[in-house]
């Protein structure tokens, strides 16, 4: 069974700082990746996505995110946090392997940023 | 842009009604998914579908049924609402074809639900 852990519950930064958000995956063959965004009273955003190719992929918003398969890792990271980054974060995972899953995700528990001025 | 609508964005039950959560898109998917949101659990696929009259169970189907009719809509049923499904339910829909495009789904605001 697929899963996903994200190890961090709430992380707090200063305006400006570096953000490094982790997520580990567990899946049986080439995953699919995903980060999501939720703002504060809405639904959830694509930010970003991995398939294939490239192991660093770049997303909306100055994000990006590097896979690593030995680590079984897929961590966000962003240069420098603006106050608009607060929200919380959805690492997911999904893939074809076992037939046609019809875009089944899981998700991870959550990560929520909040940023100090 | 796509836009993915949700009937309420909060609602009050009580124990034992039955209760109707209605999602719309505008943008001819043909995936659509149920999920709810608890702090601490993260996103949990409740039902999802990929046609019209189609349907498969997620991963807590317990307690809900679906429906979809129109490709453009698809409802949560809670045949007897209780307590514990009081959560945040989100609605998304994705492409079907194609390899990545059915796991870009797109989220509706979601609806917040307390069963008293």
């Known amino acids: 069974a697929q899963s996903v852990t994200q190890p961090d519950i709430h992380i707090t930064v200063s305006e400006g700082a570096s953000l490094e958000l982790r997520c580990n995956y567990s899946?049986?063959?080439?995953?699919?990746l995903f980060w999501y965004v939720q703002s504060p009273g809405q639904g959830l955003q694509l930010l970003l996505k991995y398939f294939s190719g490239d192991t660093l992929v770049q997303g909306i918003k100055g994000f990006e995110a590097e896979f690593k398969r030995s680590q079984s890792s897929f961590n966000l990271r962003k240069p420098s946090v603006h106050w608009s980054d607060a929200a919380e974060y959805f690492c997911a995972v999904g893939g074809n392997a076992g037939g046609t899953s019809y875009g089944k995700l899981t998700f991870g528990q959550g990560t929520i940023l909040t940023v100090h001025p | 842009d796509v836009k993915v609508t949700q009937s309420s964005r909060y609602l009050v039950k009580r124990t034992g009604e039955k209760v109707f959560l209605e999602c719309v898109q505008d943008?001819?998917?043909?995936?659509m998914f149920w999920y709810r949101q608890d702090p601490g659990l993260g996103l949990r696929l409740i039902y999802f579908?990929?046609?019209?009259?189609?349907?498969e169970k997620g991963d807590i189907p317990e307690g809900y049924s679906v429906s979809r009719e129109k490709k453009e809509r698809f409802s949560l049923i809670l045949e007897s609402a209780s307590t514990n499904q009081t959560s945040m339910y989100l609605c998304a829909s994705s492409l079907l074809s194609g390899w990545v495009k059915p796991y870009e789904q797109y989220f509706g605001p979601g609806t917040r639900l307390t069963v008293t």
């Open positions: 899946y049986g063959a080439t995953p699919y």
């Open positions: 943008m001819d998917h043909e995936n």
């Open positions: 579908s990929y046609d019209v009259k189609m349907k």
